[in-house]
């Protein structure tokens, strides 16, 4: 599991690229990692990161 920090900080690997909307989406190609988010009130999305 990746640690969060600061995206202008020197340790960050990753910086977030896009939010997608919706239950089971996956990131593009343009994007190296992405973290699905399933929420059991509807708000369900896949956040898509890029490396730093």
């Known amino acids: ?3 969060v ?3 202008g900080s020197p ?3 990753y ?3 896009g939010l997608m ?3 089971g989406q ?3 190609s343009g994007y190296d990692y992405g973290i699905q988010h399933d929420d ?3 708000f369900d999305y ?3 990161f890029t490396k730093v």
């Open 21 to 23: 909307p919706g239950q």
């Open 15 to 17: 910086q977030t690229g």
């Open 46 to 48: 896949t956040m898509c």
């Open 40 to 42: 059991h009130r509807g």
């Open 11 to 13: 340790e960050a690997e």
């Open 26 to 28: 996956e990131c593009g």
């Open 5 to 7: 920090v600061d995206c």
């Open 1 to 3: 599991m990746p640690t």
